[in-house]
C-alpha cells in the first residue's frame, strides 16, 4: 500500500497531502482514499484494479456532471501495465447512508433521484463505454453477465443448484424482452453509494457498474431490503420515484434479476478467492438466497 501511495502521490502531484484508506463493509473491488491537504483541502482518489471499471466510472461522472450529485473529476490517471486507473475527484460533504438511518422524508428524496438516472435513454443495452458491444436486444448482455457469474461458481456450488438455475434461465430469459429500457442505471443503487447530510442527499457515488439498461435492475436493493424493512419507507421511496416517472413492473423479472445477481457476487468472491474471508458475508447472504430460492439445504 505504500508503495501505491507514493507512486499516486507522483502523478497527481500530491506529495503535500496526507492519504487516509477508505474502507467500509460493502467495499469489494476499488481501492479509495481521502486526500486531505495541509490547508484543510479534501479531495477523494478512486483506484480501479479493473481496468473497466476505471473507464465506466470516468464515463458516468462526466455524463452526470451537470445532471446529478456527483462528484467532479479534478485529474485522471489512466490504467497503465504498471499502475492502475486513478480518478483525482471531489470530496461530497456527508457520511455514507447507513440503512438505519433512512427517514421518510430521505427515502422520497432517493427514490427521485433513482428516476432521474433512468430519464436518461439510450439505443441499445450494454457497456457505453464499448460501443461495438451494444445490443438492442436486452437479452445479450444480461446473458453474458449471467454466464459469466455461473462459470464462476461452476466448481463450487452444488450441482443441483446449478442445474435448477439453469433450467430457471432457459424458461425465464424471455421476459427481458418486455423491462423498461433501455435507458441509464447505476446497477449498484444502495445506502452504501449514497452520501448524506442528515435529511439531506449530497451525492450518489460509484459508477463502475453502471451500464445502458433496463430500470428494473435497479430495484433489485429495494426487494432485498436493503434499503429498509418498513412498509412507509418503501413507499416513500416509490412515492419519490413516481413523483419523476412510472414505476416498471420489476415484481415481473426480480426472481431472475435476484438469481443473476446472487451468481456474480458469489462468483467475484470465489475469483477473488475472498468467499471465506474478507467477503464471506457477502457470500453467506447470497447463497443462502440461492438455497431457498431453489428449495436446497446446506451441504
Not at 45 to 73: I, T, W
Not at 135 to 155: H, I, L, M, W, Y
Not at 177 to 200: K, Y
Not at 232 to 257: A, E, Q, S, V, W
Request: charged residues 25%; positive net charge; hydrophobic residues 40%.
Amino acid at each position: 500500500m505504500k508503495n501505491l501511495i507514493l507512486l499516486y502521490k507522483q502523478k497527481f502531484n500530491l506529495y503535500k497531502a496526507a492519504f487516509f484508506p477508505i474502507e467500509h463493509e460493502d467495499a469489494m473491488v476499488a481501492i479509495v482514499f481521502k486526500i486531505i491537504y495541509p490547508n484543510g483541502t479534501t479531495l477523494i482518489l478512486k483506484a480501479h484494479p479493473r481496468e473497466e471499471d476505471y473507464f465506466r466510472e470516468l464515463y458516468f461522472l462526466k455524463f452526470f456532471s451537470n445532471l446529478l450529485p456527483v462528484p467532479k473529476v479534478i485529474q485522471v490517471e489512466p490504467p497503465s501495465a504498471t499502475l492502475y486507473g486513478a480518478i483525482l475527484m471531489e470530496y461530497l460533504p456527508g457520511n455514507i447512508l447507513k440503512k438505519s438511518n433512512l427517514t421518510n422524508k430521505l427515502a422520497y428524496k432517493i427514490g427521485v433521484l433513482l428516476a432521474r438516472i433512468h430519464l436518461n435513454r439510450v439505443n441499445n443495452y450494454g457497456d457505453l463505454t464499448r460501443p461495438n458491444s451494444l445490443s438492442s436486444d436486452p437479452r445479450v448482455p444480461f446473458t453474458s453477465k449471467f454466464e459469466e457469474g455461473f462459470a464462476e461458481c461452476s466448481q463450487h456450488l452444488p450441482k443441483i443448484i446449478l442445474e435448477k438455475a439453469r433450467q430457471y434461465y432457459n424458461s425465464h430469459i424471455n421476459l427481458l424482452t418486455r423491462v423498461d429500457g433501455p435507458c441509464i442505471i447505476h446497477r449498484d443503487f444502495r445506502p452504501g453509494n449514497v452520501m448524506v447530510v442528515n435529511d439531506e442527499l449530497t451525492g450518489i457515488i460509484d459508477w463502475s457498474s453502471a451500464r445502458a439498461g433496463f430500470a428494473e435492475e435497479d430495484f433489485c436493493p429495494l426487494e432485498l431490503n436493503e434499503w429498509s424493512t418498513k412498509a412507509d419507507k418503501r413507499k416513500c421511496f416509490l412515492d419519490g420515484y413516481t413523483h419523476i416517472r412510472p414505476i416498471p413492473n420489476y415484481k415481473l423479472t426480480m426472481p431472475l434479476l435476484r438469481m443473476s445477481r446472487a451468481f456474480a457476487v458469489i462468483g467475484f468472491t470465489i475469483k477473488k478467492g475472498t468467499w471465506n474471508g474478507a467477503n464471506a458475508a457477502a457470500y453467506r447472504i447470497n447463497r443462502r438466497y440461492l438455497e431457498s430460492f431453489f428449495n436446497q439445504n446446506k451441504d
